[in-house]
């Protein structure tokens, strides 16, 4: 059964500190995956990783994908309150037509 | 400005009531989606449509309908079939089948 495994499931840290987020994946015949931040309502998308393109920087946040490892990191330097939010990691697979959703980690930026 | 619109915001129903979530996009988008989304859990996928007039069901589909007459909306139906249903409801839609998704702001459906 295809299935995308986030961690942490929460996390607190201090403004200013530099956070990692990890998103593991089984699903069969892997084709994307995308990082989305959802604050109070709709997830905004962030980054999509794929076979050709598995390093993406926006600003403070970047984003790697193994393949190898079937897993991706989600990284954020010089946290800000702004940042808090759920971040959600899902997976597209060339069998069918879903994304594979993570759990999300909840995280929290304290001033 | 394009984007993706729902309505309501918030939605109240009583127990045995059908009631019907609205999604709107004018982003021409071929794949539209439902979502559903409990505390603590990710999306899990209950209908999506590649094409008017063309629907499938996703993991959660039970106690779920939906119509794609035209492009643009994508309607969802609870019925009274659907066991535990307060949670709150996402509309996405793609250019093509899972890439990038695009979200509406949400309904909040609770079951009073």
């Known amino acids: 059964e295809d299935k995308v495994v986030q961690s942490p499931l929460s996390l607190v840290v201090h403004e200013g500190d530099t956070v990692t987020l990890n998103c593991s994946y089984e699903?069969?015949?892997?084709?994307?995956l995308l990082w989305y931040k959802q604050e109070k309502k709709a997830p905004t998308f962030l980054f999509m990783l794929?076979?050709s393109g598995i390093e993406k920087k926006s600003g403070r946040l970047s984003s790697i994908l193994d393949k190898k490892e079937l897993f991706s990191i989600l990284n954020i330097t010089a946290t800000q309150t702004g940042d808090s939010a759920i971040y959600l990691c899902?997976?597209?697979?060339?069998?069918?037509?879903?994304?594979?959703w993570g759990a999300g980690t909840k995280l929290i930026i304290k001033p | 400005d394009g984007g993706i619109t729902q309505s309501p915001k918030y939605l109240f129903r009583k127990e045995g009531q059908n009631v019907t979530l609205s999604c709107e996009q004018n982003?021409?988008?071929?794949?539209m989606y439902w979502y559903r989304q409990d505390p603590g859990q990710g999306l899990r996928l209950i209908y999506y449509?590649?094409?008017?007039?063309?629907?499938q069901k996703g993991d959660i589909a039970e106690g779920y309908s939906v119509s794609r007459e035209k492009k643009e909306s994508f309607p969802l139906t609870v019925t009274s079939a659907q066991k535990n249903p307060t949670a709150f409801y996402l509309c996405?839609?793609?250019?093509?089948?899972?890439?990038?998704?695009?979200f509406g702001p949400g309904t909040r459906l609770t079951v009073l």
């Open positions: 449509s590649q094409i008017v007039n063309d629907f």
């Open positions: 794929t076979s």
């Open positions: 699903v069969t015949n892997f084709r994307s």
């Open positions: 996405a839609s793609s250019t093509e089948d899972f890439n990038e998704q695009f």
């Open positions: 899902a997976v597209g697979s060339r069998s069918n037509y879903q994304l594979i």
């Open positions: 982003l021409n988008h071929d794949a």
